[in-house]
């Protein structure tokens, strides 16, 4: 069974601090997704990495894939209040042919100002 | 564009009772999906069309829900009878032919929040 796993599951962190997400999956693949979901609120896209070394900048948030290690991070720099949300990495696997997405936990983010 | 519209956004039913959610997606987007998002955890993936085509229904539970996609375009899921599990917001998402580039990017609706009592 195919299992995308994030740590940490909850961070809380300050206002202007740097932290790292992790997202590690059991497949290959070489498509890694990053969305952002805000409570009571849909999911929206941040990233989509597609390859080996890619590597994706906007704004604070910097995503970045190993598929040799089956490795995504997404690194938060200078962390402000509105970028608490809770974060999800989603895989498209080779194997399914069938372009859905698996969806790790999600990390709960809250910035603290 | 218009995005992904769903409704209803919240419904409260008994357990044993139905309940039935629509979707239409982004127009122009031959495949759509429903995911199945249970409070805390990361949205699971009930059922794919590819246009009025079922792609990948591996993980919907045939005993109670079902959806279709008849002309291609909305799509309804339903569930008959539900259970206390079956709480949680039911995503409706739609994506277009993959690029050169090989990206899907999904595009995801409001939701439909349902508690089943």
């Known amino acids: 069974e195919l299992k995308v796993e994030q740590n940490p599951l909850f961070l809380s962190m300050q206002e202007g601090k740097n932290y790292t997400i992790y997202c590690n999956y059991s497949t290959t693949s070489d498509r890694l997704y990053w969305y952002r979901q805000d409570p009571g609120k849909s999911l929206e896209s941040l990233f989509v990495l597609l390859s080996n070394g890619a590597v994706k900048q906007e704004g604070r948030l910097m995503a970045s894939l190993d598929t040799k290690a089956r490795l995504s991070t997404l690194h938060i720099t200078a962390a402000v209040h509105d970028l608490s949300a809770t974060y999800f990495c989603a895989v498209a696997p080779y194997q399914t042919g069938a372009n859905n997405l698996f969806f790790g936990t999600g990390t709960r983010l809250t910035v603290i100002p | 564009e218009a995005g992904v519209a769903q409704s209803p956004r919240y419904k409260i039913i008994e357990k044993r009772q139905s309940v039935a959610f629509w979707c239409n997606p982004i127009?122009?987007?031959?495949?759509l999906y429903w995911y199945q998002q249970i409070l805390g955890q990361g949205p699971k993936l009930l059922i794919q069309?590819?246009?009025?085509?079922?792609?990948?229904d591996s993980q919907l539970p045939k005993d109670r829900f079902s959806a279709e996609r008849l002309k291609g375009v909305d799509s309804t899921l339903k569930i008959q009878p539900a259970k206390l599990e079956d709480s949680a917001v039911y995503l409706c998402?739609?994506?277009?032919?993959?690029?050169?580039?090989?990206?899907?990017?999904?595009?995801f609706g409001a939701g439909s929040r349902l508690t089943v009592l």
């Open positions: 069309f590819q246009n009025n085509g079922v792609v990948d």
């Open positions: 127009s122009g987007h031959a495949t």
């Open positions: 998402a739609s994506s277009s032919p993959l690029l050169q580039s090989g990206a899907n990017v999904l595009t």
